[in-house]
């Protein structure tokens, strides 16, 4: 696992797209795993830049999103679908059917789970996944308790989560109780990691996360078995990490990081 601290919300999230830019350039083929909330919008905003001014082709580019809330209609404000729609998908050239969500709708949810995980199998696997974390440590909706080696499956949403997601639905009351997402075992099948943590409110997760240790009531610390994980954080979201400065020395030194800095 590589840290790397940035000033603000802006650098951490400029860093976070001028990796998915060199990767997507690099291979326009990329199968891209996407994440929704908050943390990811501003790097949706700054894609959705790139595309426009310095023409970053997103035709043949492939999506796979984590999650998606179970019953909620596609066109629904509060769904993934219509927040991947309004972030990126309508303001880039992907092809629509090129990108994939969880149908959450579907009548059979586990046969659902099982299309989702061999889609993404058909496609060839995730080249570069995108991930937040939520401030119990889930990855993609992998809430406590998560098993370290789940797949695609439906989750009910821990309470924490749910007040989380509150404002997006006017309310707790209206948030779905469970969702389909990923499991923590489809995460670590990607052969790229990048998570992007920003705010105070996530320094505490993210030091557990980074320098904890292992466990299934933190699905993020499994990130620390997979061999590529990039974690991108901001000065807040970096207060509680012990490493910081070894963290800061390896980003101002690597070489790899050099057309970073
Ligand atoms: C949603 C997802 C979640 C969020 C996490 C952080 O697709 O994967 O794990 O990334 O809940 O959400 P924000 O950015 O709203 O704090």
Redesign the pocket.
């Given at each position: 696992m590589e840290v790397i601290i940035r000033a603000d919300e802006d650098a951490a999230a400029r860093l976070v797209a001028r990796i998915i830019v060199k990767e997507l350039r690099a291979n326009p083929h990329l199968v891209l795993g996407?994440?929704?909330?908050?943390?990811?919008?501003a790097v949706y905003r700054l894609l959705a830049q790139a595309h426009r001014k310095e023409r970053l082709d997103f035709s043949l580019c492939r999506t796979f999103?984590?999650?998606e809330y179970v019953g909620l209609p596609s066109d629904h404000p509060g769904s993934?679908r219509y927040s991947m729609n309004q972030h990126l998908f309508k303001r880039v050239n992907i092809d629509l059917r090129n990108t994939h969500l969880p149908e959450s709708e579907a009548p059979d949810l586990e046969a659902e789970c099982e299309r989702y995980e061999q889609l993404i199998q058909r496609s060839g696997g995730i080249d570069l996944q995108l991930?937040?974390?939520?401030?119990a440590g889930?990855?993609?909706?992998?809430e406590p308790l998560s098993a370290l080696r789940s797949r695609t499956r439906v989750k009910m949403l821990t309470p924490t989560?749910i007040r989380?997601?509150a404002p997006f639905f006017g309310g707790p009351g209206k948030v779905p109780r469970r969702a389909i997402?990923m499991g923590v075992g489809t995460i670590l099948d990607c052969r790229r990691l990048l998570l992007l943590?920003t705010?105070p409110?996530?320094a505490d997760i993210v030091a557990k996360a980074v320098e904890g240790p292992i466990t299934a009531m933190i699905s993020a610390t499994a990130l620390q078995l997979h061999s590529r994980c990039t974690v991108v954080v901001d000065e807040p979201a970096a207060s509680r990490l012990q490493g910081a400065d070894y963290y800061r020395w390896i980003f101002a030194n690597e070489p790899e990081w050099e057309e970073f800095r």
């Open positions: 996407l994440a929704t909330g908050r943390t990811m919008e999103n984590l999650d993934y991930l937040g974390i939520g401030q889930h990855i993609g909706f992998n989560t989380q997601n997402t943590a705010g409110e996530k």
